[in-house]
Nanobody
Framework: VQLVESGGGSVQAGGSLTLACAAP????????MGWFRQAPGKEREGVAS???????TISDSVKGRFTISRDDAKNTLLLQMNTMKPEDTATYYC?????????????????WGQGTQVTVSS
């Protein structure tokens, strides 16, 4: 399963970024998908997930600031990140799984992208 993330970069605290994850059409339309992140020296953690019905799970650490959604016209998973904080700095990964899930536990997901770096400066 090929997942390709884009949209990472550098932003000042309080700013916004939108990450995108392109997937093959069959994967996009039938798999649950999610966003995860890993900061230097820390374990990978779940950020948000969405199943094929559009139901979502959002981590408490980003609730109210980040939004996960699907762009059906482009077979692309999105993560809109607003009011960003320095602690959001991490490599962000897209994941997909054939099971119907909204879990943000890293152990659930079988397919991973290469990651995109996000840096938030204070």
């Amino acid at each position: 399963v090929q997942l390709v993330e884009s949209g990472g970069g550098s932003v000042q605290a309080g700013g916004s970024l939108t990450l995108a994850c392109a997937a093959p059409e069959l994967i996009y339309s039938t798999y649950s998908m999610g966003w995860f992140r890993q900061a230097p020296g820390k374990e990978r953690e779940g950020v948000a997930s969405i199943d094929v019905y559009g139901s979502t799970t959002i981590s408490d650490s980003v609730k109210g600031r980040f939004t996960i959604s699907r762009d059906d016209a482009k077979n692309t998973l999105l993560l809109q990140m607003n009011t960003m904080k320095p602690e959001d700095t991490a490599t962000y990964y897209c994941a997909a799984d054939s099971r119907l899930t909204r879990s943000i536990s890293t152990t659930v997901w079988d397919n991973w992208g290469q990651g995109t770096q996000v840096t938030v400066s204070s």
